[in-house]
């Protein structure tokens, strides 16, 4: 009995690690396909900006499949150089904003643009070149450390890939290991924990130095000394950009220049965080569970 079960135990843990490497894989393929999902249009121009732009959303409709509408006329704008906050329950079309945004597809009704400029118009490597994401869950290629760092920069010396992990507070970290920045991660190397991959996304974005960040917030809560501590170098990274904060945590959101509340593929409520709370709608209902979560955990 003790034999067989333990290579069936065994297959488990393989067949588990085969799953994840398949969901990475099925990942970067998704990217891809999206990519070839959207093309550039005929005379499409490079977007010209200078400095951090404004980034406006104008009566958006988008639905992934045609017969299930997401976004249902979402209007908003991000000033240059500040920072808006979106909550709101799961699947409320949250992050799909941040896939319209990045141009990963079209959309079916209104327009997005940046500093007046129609995303639709302008050559898709300009637009993603003047993005950085910071996603949920950042996806970590089988290389080494500076590799998967410098990912969106190719062209930084070792300096440079140094400095933005130390702003990211990961350089003690990687310099701990034996082979420090040509440790191999991912999938077949070094396993970083939650917190360790999104200060790799934050080095590489800080490398990247976009006018326009996106932060996909984690879902999955870490402790809270490491998510403060994030929490504080997201702030940094984000001063002077424009920027979006797809939050699952209303802790992030304070600050925000504004806040919007979805739900169902609408803005059911917006206004910064002490208008919100004075207003006592969902927000304000949101922030008090919140609150009492936090005083559980
Ligand atoms: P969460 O807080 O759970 O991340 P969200 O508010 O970010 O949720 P979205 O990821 O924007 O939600 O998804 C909005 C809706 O669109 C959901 O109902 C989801 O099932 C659907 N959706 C998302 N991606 C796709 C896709 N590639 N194809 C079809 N439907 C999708």
Same mark, same amino acid.
């Given at each position: 009995m003790i034999?067989i079960?333990?290579?069936l135990?065994f297959?488990g843990?393989?067949?588990?690690?085969i799953?994840?490497?398949?969901?990475d894989?099925d990942?970067?393929?998704t990217?891809?396909?999206r990519?070839?999902e959207v093309?550039?249009?005929?005379?499409? #121009?490079p &977007?010209?900006?200078d400095?951090?732009?404004? #980034?406006?959303?104008?009566d958006?409709?988008?639905?992934?499949e045609?017969?299930?509408p997401?976004?249902?006329?979402?209007s908003?704008?991000?000033?240059?150089?500040r920072?808006?906050?979106?909550?709101g329950p799961?699947?409320?079309g949250?992050s799909t904003?941040?896939? &319209?945004?990045?141009?990963?597809?079209?959309?079916?009704?209104?327009r997005?643009?940046i500093?007046d400029?129609d995303?639709?118009?302008?050559t898709?490597?300009s637009l993603?070149r003047a993005?950085?994401?910071?996603?949920?869950d950042?996806?970590?290629f089988n290389d080494?450390?500076?590799y998967n760092?410098?990912?969106?920069?190719?062209d930084?010396?070792?300096?440079?890939v140094?400095?933005?992990?130390?702003a990211?507070?990961i350089?003690?970290f990687i310099a701990?290991q034996p082979k420090?920045?040509?440790?191999?991660?991912?999938?077949?190397?070094?396993k970083l924990?939650g917190?360790?991959?999104?200060r790799?996304?934050?080095?590489?974005?800080?490398l990247?130095d976009p006018?326009?960040?996106?932060?996909d917030?984690?879902?999955?809560? &870490?402790d809270?000394?490491n998510e403060r501590?994030i929490?504080a170098?997201?702030?940094?990274?984000?001063?002077g950009?424009t920027? &979006?904060?797809?939050?699952h945590r209303?802790s992030?959101?304070?600050?925000a220049?504004?806040?919007l509340?979805m739900d169902?593929g609408?803005?059911?409520?917006r206004?910064n965080?002490?208008a919100?709370?004075?207003?006592?709608?969902r927000?304000a209902?949101?922030?008090a569970?919140?609150?009492n979560?936090d005083g559980?955990?």
């Open positions: 034999q079960y333990i290579p135990n297959l843990v393989v067949y588990r690690e799953k994840q490497n398949l969901t894989l990942k970067m393929f990217l891809m396909d990519e070839q093309a550039d249009a005929p005379g499409a #121009v &977007l010209v900006l400095g951090p732009p404004a #980034v406006r959303f104008e958006v409709h988008f639905a992934y045609p017969a299930r997401i976004l249902q006329g979402v908003f704008e991000i000033p240059a150089g920072t808006v906050a979106v909550v799961s699947g409320a949250k904003l941040s896939r &319209l945004l990045y141009r990963f597809y079209d959309l079916q009704g209104g997005i643009t500093a400029q995303i639709r118009a302008v898709q490597q993603r993005i950085g994401i910071v996603p949920q950042t996806v970590l080494t450390v500076a760092i410098a990912y969106g920069r190719p930084a010396s070792q300096a440079e140094e400095q933005a992990a130390r990211a507070h350089h003690a701990a420090g920045y040509e440790t191999m991660v991912g999938e077949r190397g070094l924990s917190g360790e991959k999104q790799v996304a934050i080095a590489r974005t800080l990247k006018p326009i960040l996106i932060f917030e984690a879902t999955s809560a &870490l809270s000394h501590a929490q170098e997201l702030r940094a990274v984000a001063q950009k920027t &979006l904060v797809i939050a209303l992030t959101v304070v600050d220049h504004e806040i509340v169902g609408r803005i059911v409520e206004g965080h002490a919100l709370l004075a207003a006592g709608g927000y209902g949101m922030w569970m919140q609150l979560q559980d955990r």
